[in-house]
């Protein structure tokens, strides 16, 4: 069965395929600085209770697969991660001290969503109209 997550008014399920780019598309990402780079994602996906479902780092490109609790949106969950890594990836693996202007990637990000299959959702909606006669049923015993 399908695994949702609960916050104090909502269930949810919110996954997202996130892509990003190093500044000017240099081919950075490999070696042990691809390593450095792995942890520090996964260390700023705890701090913000994402979840990192999967990832993968190209020479020239980062692929994640995200579960963003519905608290946090899209843009501000990215936003966080790409501003962090950036001055982590200076400080921590270029050793790079300066403390303002540590770009590391390019603009923007392409995002898409990573939803249930339409026959489940269909199926669930069909069964909610029982599962509402039987919550009154028991309500009004």
Not at 14 to 26: A, I
Request: net charge positive; charged share 30%; proline share 3%.
């Amino acid at each position: 069965m399908h695994d949702w997550e609960s916050l104090s008014h909502v269930r949810w399920d919110c996954k997202y395929h996130v892509v990003f780019v190093p500044k000017y598309r240099q081919k950075k990402l490999y070696g042990k600085f691809r390593r450095k780079v792995g942890d520090i994602f996964r260390e700023l996906c705890r701090q913000r209770n994402i979840e990192l479902l999967e990832g993968h780092l190209m020479p020239d490109h980062v692929h994640m697969c995200l579960k963003i609790p519905p608290k946090y949106s899209v843009a501000h969950s990215i936003g966080f991660l790409k501003g962090k890594s950036a001055v982590r990836i200076h400080r921590r693996i270029l050793d790079n001290k300066r403390a303002t202007g540590l770009h590391f990637w390019a603009r923007g990000y392409c995002v898409s969503t990573v939803g249930l299959d339409e026959d489940t959702i269909r199926k669930y909606i069909q069964d909610q109209e029982k599962l509402d006669q039987q919550q009154m049923e028991l309500d009004l015993e």
